[in-house]
């Protein structure tokens, strides 16, 4: 293992020349900061559109056939700004000139335009620092389901080879198997910054972003929510997919893999120490880590007499889903009835085709859809050895009268699962909230 960090930073620590000077003090106190990844320009106020947003907005008017100047100014000014702000004599002006020519007269791909958010990013980087730009296409090679070809990690490692030199390479992009330039999903810089911290055996991946760590929940819905020093691998995914938004949860594997620790820290207060993700710790300090949650979920129930002696209906109905490319959260049964949570959007645009599915292939007595459905996870590995834990929570919701509807904990006992109507969202977590911390 190497003794270099990787330094992943987001849309707002690189939204302005002011920031790129801060990227440049952070890196400058601590030497081991050697890989720089970064993500596109982001919003300077509320008001302004993402500069992602504006390069997808060109490529659509531009397929169109419709004039996209006016989106296209926006994107040039920004980076124009920066440029001229820090100085330095670059050819971005030029990049993107024939760029715009090309999405004129030819057909340019969706994932290419988007990508030049990171890529001009990451190319005004490197100079101001006088590192070493590297690009992620086509070295970050990975197939549909975004699973990293072995190949890639052995690529970087040897493109990244110099200990001292300092590199700035751009995230959320690389090559799918076929040699054509992908996008990995919105935030996929923080894969890119875990993959390249996996490839470079780095001692640690800091992920440099607008708040100082993770809050135990949403400081939107708890005011004045905890800070989470210190969080196991297994407890972020949980977090991260169940709505806690501060990291892409696909980002820790490639950490976990080689017991990398990441970092979560803020570039606007860069002493703050932040949150720690890494290995299941032996102790915890409390129950609960954290609790995070999402809404518009839709609760689809199945009733069937006799149906714990049909051989593989529940597969049989998850087999239906996938054939119509819907994916499902929990699936908690009965003896004769079974529950399938899924996105609300997703059930409803296949509502009636669904429905047709089972109704003729299954052949229920029962089947009915349940919308405004939300899910909260409440995670913590101090939660495995501390009897009475469930009963506190919905003690908490009880007294509330929070009306729980479905109820979920796997036999890992670090999350408990609840369903609540959309209406009771915020009440739920701020009970819980209040009951452990």
Not at 395 to 415: F, M, T, Y
Request: with cysteine.
């Amino acid at each position: 293992m190497s003794n270099r960090i990787v330094c992943k930073f987001g849309g707002s620590s690189v939204a302005d020349a002011a920031q790129f000077r801060k990227i440049k003090s952070i890196l400058e106190s601590n030497p081991e900061r050697k890989i720089v990844v970064v993500s596109a320009p982001g919003k300077r106020n509320p008001q302004e559109t993402k500069l992602t947003d504006l390069l997808y907005s060109a490529h659509d008017l531009a397929k169109q056939k419709s004039n996209f100047s006016e989106p296209w100014k926006l994107i040039k000014e920004r980076f124009v700004e920066i440029t001229q702000e820090l100085s330095i004599k670059s050819t971005i002006s030029e990049e993107l000139d024939k760029l715009e020519e090309s999405m004129r007269t030819s057909e340019v791909s969706v994932d290419f335009v988007a990508s030049r958010g990171e890529y001009l990013c990451a190319k005004i980087m490197a100079e101001f620092l006088g590192a070493k730009f590297i690009d992620a296409y086509p070295i970050i090679k990975f197939d549909d389901q975004y699973r990293v070809a072995q190949q890639s990690f052995e690529d970087l490692n040897a493109a990244l080879s110099d200990l001292n030199a300092l590199y700035v390479v751009p995230g959320f992009y690389g090559s799918d198997m076929q040699g054509n330039l992908k996008t990995f999903s919105r935030g996929g810089s923080d894969i890119s910054g875990s993959i390249l911290a996996n490839a470079c055996d780095c001692i640690m991946y800091e992920n440099w972003t607008d708040v100082s760590g993770l809050l135990m929940a949403d400081p939107r819905i708890v005011k004045g929510a905890l800070s989470i020093s210190y969080v196991s691998y297994r407890e972020i995914r949980e977090l991260a997919y169940s709505g806690a938004n501060v990291l892409h949860d696909e980002a820790i594997t490639p950490c976990r893999a080689k017991n990398i620790p990441i970092n979560i820290k803020n570039t606007n207060s860069p002493e703050d120490k932040g949150t720690i993700i890494g290995p299941t710790p032996e102790r915890t300090e409390r129950t609960i880590t954290g609790i995070a949650g999402r809404k518009e979920f839709s609760m689809l129930y199945i009733e069937k007499s006799m149906m714990n002696k049909e051989k593989g209906f529940g597969r049989r109905v998850l087999a239906i889903l996938e054939d119509l490319g819907v994916s499902y959260e929990v699936s908690p049964c009965g003896i004769d009835s079974m529950n399938v949570v899924v996105d609300s959007k997703s059930l409803h645009k296949l509502e009636p085709k669904i429905i047709a599915e089972i109704e003729q292939k299954m052949q229920p007595n029962k089947i009915k859809i349940f919308d405004n459905l939300a899910l909260i996870t409440t995670v913590g590995h101090g939660m495995v050895n501390q009897i009475g834990t469930a009963a506190r929570l919905f003690n908490a919701l009880a007294k509330e009268k929070v009306n729980v509807r479905i109820i979920d904990q796997g036999s890992s006992e670090i999350n408990i699962i609840i369903g609540v109507n959309d209406g009771d969202f915020e009440k739920a977590i701020t009970a819980i909230y209040k009951e452990f911390v």
